[in-house]
């Protein structure tokens, strides 16, 4: 179901694929979801009749709209973004019976991986505060309407905004020598903001969820146990990864384009400090900045959601640009419904390699997953995917009610989807009315 191209919006994500060419790393992931968020419903492949479908999130009003706040003491603390402004975060407070929990989700927003491409992000907001919105709408997993979101609608709620390049884990030692930026701070972020929530009552938490969006969700897994360390002893705590579980998988011209391109993250921001340093002791630091490996090493219970057909990673790790110089897999890349059996075959695979990577955490007593069968990338914090009437689902559950049912311990939850195409329930995304023209 295609909609309309005169919606200023869809024009926005026609430039951020005119420049996502020039280096699909320098912000790939952010504005993917962004552009995601804002034409799921218009631009997505149902399963199943639209007839079927209400529309059934709650209208955006201004009270759903949190303010931008930036960090106090960010320069004193060395806490800066890529171009040495200050970071930010959006807090909601909790009420009534949530006012001691706190649920904090990191924004995602791929990586940069050179002095070039962390430069060019200082003139957005993944690499600037100057740039950011200084009012976000909260929804999905951040909603406070109980019909939406209803194990934390009344808990105290952050969005911490991402603009180091690096999932919050960059050191400065290889920053240039003038003192001029970029400057890779993501780890003094990290601490800072977290000194900063403690401040104003994440110190007392009763129950706490740390969460994260795709490179949000891979910072959420890096610092899951310093989470959990940071709060009482008698507290619930626990981490949610969304659409972060990024697969060390060979390209269709069995190249390592991913692994290549993080050990470039790694070595240009220093993040080996913040990895596990058994893993680094192991094995070349850049391989330890893939969840199969950081999941080894989390003490802190861990829920995983991510698609087996994560569009991102079909477009960008299995099939990036270089590996298809002729466009052969373009139609199957930009919907899956257009692969033929073979090219289907491929991403089948693909699947079974993430289902490969994830045997051993499968198997961990207190560790959640709810892995569905959507072309589709990040779902917690979209109303629609998150919990509706026409959210994704796995057995008869919505991811809400999978990760409440995770998190409370009602039940054991490990969830997975039968291959594409068997599940109805699925938003399919479909890029194909963004390549016209």
């Known amino acids: 179901m295609v909609g309309s191209m005169a919606n200023p919006r869809l024009r926005s994500l026609l430039w951020w694929r005119r420049w996502a060419k020039k280096d699909w790393a320098i912000a790939a992931v952010g504005f993917t979801v962004v552009a995601f968020a804002l034409t799921l419903l218009s631009n997505s492949w149902r399963d199943e009749p639209d007839s079927e479908i209400t529309r059934p999130f709650h209208p955006i009003t201004t009270s759903d709209l949190v303010e ?90 952050v969005k911490i905004r991402y603009c180091d390049g690096a999932s919050l884990a960059g050191h400065p030692e290889n920053e240039l020598k ?89 070595i240009l921001q220093g993040l080996a400090k913040s990895l596990h340093k058994d893993c680094v002791t192991r094995m070349e630091p850049s391989k330890c900045l893939f969840p199969e490996e950081i999941i080894k090493n989390i003490n802190t219970p861990v829920f995983l959601v991510n698609p087996a057909y994560d569009f991102w990673q079909i477009q960008h790790i299995l099939i990036p640009e270089a590996s298809d110089p002729h466009g052969y897999w373009q139609k199957c890349k930009l919907n899956i419904h257009n692969c033929n059996p073979s090219r289907l075959e491929i991403l089948q695979g693909f699947r079974g390699s993430m289902l490969k990577a994830l045997n051993e955490f499968q198997k961990k007593k207190e560790g959640g997953m709810f892995i569905n069968s959507c072309f589709i990338h990040c779902q917690t914090w979209i109303t629609e995917t998150w919990h509706s009437p026409s959210s994704p689902r796995i057995n008869k559950k919505t991811i809400a009610e999978s990760v409440g049912n995770w998190y409370f311990s009602r039940n054991v939850v490990k969830q997975i989807d039968c291959p594409f195409p068997c599940n109805p329930t699925c938003y399919h995304m479909n890029f194909t009315v963004f390549s016209r023209g």
Not at 81 to 87: I, K, N, Q
Not at 88 to 95: D, E, W
Not at 128 to 153: A, R
């Open 178 to 266: 003038n003192g001029s930026a970029p400057f890779f701070r993501g780890q003094l972020i990290w601490e800072a903001v977290m000194d900063e929530l403690l401040s104003v009552g994440l110190s007392k938490a009763k129950q706490a969820l740390l969460s994260g969006c795709s490179a949000g969700g891979l910072a959420t897994l890096i610092h899951c146990d310093d989470f959990r360390r940071l709060l009482p002893r008698d507290a619930t705590v626990k981490c949610l990864a969304d659409a972060g579980f990024f697969l060390d998988e060979k390209d269709v011209l069995q190249h390592r384009t991913m692994r290549a391109f993080y050990h470039d993250v790694v």
């Open 68 to 157: 931008l706040t930036l960090l106090q003491n960010a320069k004193a603390r060395g806490a800066l973004c890529l171009d040495g402004s200050a970071p930010g975060y959006h807090l909601k407070k909790g009420f009534g019976s949530g006012a001691n929990n706190w649920l904090l989700h990191i924004e995602g927003g791929g990586w940069c991986n050179t002095i070039e491409s962390c430069s060019w992000r200082k003139g957005t907001s993944l690499g600037s505060s100057k740039y950011m919105d200084h009012k976000v709408p909260f929804s999905g997993i951040l909603s406070s309407h109980p019909s939406e979101n209803p194990e934390f609608f009344n808990w105290n709620k």
